[in-house]
């Protein structure tokens, strides 16, 4: 090789390496810079992402518990028997158990309200009832009861049979209904 053809090789080698540092320094450092910030912002974005889902994981969780304990709410204040004081609420379990007695053509021979109690903080209101019936009436009232839906439950059954009469069974019930008052719901 000669001294010419040497030189341009040893400029074009130099604008060559001088191209490529401009590129170096001009394009391809700040790309990778940029590539680096995006990468941090990413990663900070799919963090923030991440808290966001499982915040409204949690949010939403807790209104399907929410949703949940008013339905069960609902439930519960469906099965309480409606009234303002003990002796409407006694007088509603009165008629209810009418109408059943009536069709079902079992006869009241007594009804009393007894004393009020209580079941854990609330008041039950308490009432005695004496039917004359026979098996199958008996088993038919204590049906209804169970089929009644409603917070009534029988706190003594007595049971006398007797031979000569026509409705042969003498029943004797004190029932309880639970009552409620001022019940606070959050909503």
């Known amino acids: ?18 191209c490529l540092l401009v590129w170096w320094v001009q394009i391809y450092s700040p790309l990778q810079d940029r590539l680096e910030e995006s990468s941090v912002d990413l990663d ?17 969780d807790g209104e399907q518990d929410n949703a949940k304990n008013r339905d069960e709410l609902d439930y519960f204040s469906n099965l309480m028997v409606e009234g303002q004081s003990l002796e409407e609420i006694n007088a509603i379990t009165q ?11 079992i006869s009241l021979d007594a009804y009393k309200e007894l004393a009020p109690s209580k079941w854990r903080q609330y008041d039950l209101g308490r009432v005695e009832l004496r039917l004359n019936t026979t098996t199958q009436g008996l088993s038919d009232f204590l ?42 719901v959050i909503e």
């Open 143 to 184: 049906e209804f009861l169970e089929a009644l839906k409603k917070v009534i439950r029988i706190e003594r059954l007595t049971v006398n049979y007797r031979r000569r009469k026509e409705n042969g069974l003498q029943v004797s019930l004190h029932l309880a209904t639970l009552f409620v008052e001022d019940v606070d």
């Open 1 to 18: 090789m000669n001294r010419k053809n040497r030189r341009q090789w040893v400029l074009g080698s130099a604008l060559l390496g001088v």
């Open 95 to 105: 008629l209810l158990l009418q109408e059943f007695l009536e069709k079902h053509e």
């Open 44 to 60: 900070t974005a799919m963090q923030q992402h991440e808290r966001l889902v499982r915040r409204l994981t949690r949010l939403s």
